[in-house]
């Protein structure tokens, strides 16, 4: 059993950044990944890293948003710059056994209970 806990979601300006946190009960070797989740859509995949590093966004993110993870800490981040009013939503923090492109929410095992980010223009 993993927990996790995410922090940092908020309201910003149109072109402004957010730093997501989530931090992790124990040390795991799992994929740390990110979604999120808009009113009336379904959950989707934003930003995934591997236990060795590799990662993979979402074609909607690439070149703004930066995922990172501190295993020391037991902690992922996910860096949100030029955020725009679509990347309004509930981001989830989950963790799997595998990290692959455009995955699926139910490739992940554990999940957040979510932070709300809000972009207004």
């Known amino acids: 059993q993993v927990q996790l806990v995410e922090s940092g979601g908020g309201l910003v300006q149109a072109g402004g950044s957010l730093r997501l946190s989530c931090a992790a009960s124990r040390r795991t070797s799992y994929a740390m990944g990110w979604f999120r989740q808009a009113p009336g859509k379904e959950r989707e995949f934003v930003a995934t890293?591997?236990?060795?590093?590799?990662?993979y966004y979402a074609d909607s993110v690439k070149g703004r948003f930066t995922i990172s993870r501190d295993t020391a800490k037991n902690a992922v981040y996910l860096q949100m710059n030029s955020l725009k009013p679509e990347d309004t939503a509930v981001y989830y923090c989950?963790?799997?056994?595998?990290?692959?492109?455009?995955?699926?929410?139910?490739?992940?095992?554990?999940w957040g209970q979510g932070t709300q980010v809000t972009v207004f223009s």
């Open positions: 989950a963790a799997g056994p595998t990290a692959t492109s455009n995955q699926p929410a139910a490739a992940y095992d554990y």
């Open positions: 890293i591997s236990w060795r590093n590799s990662i």
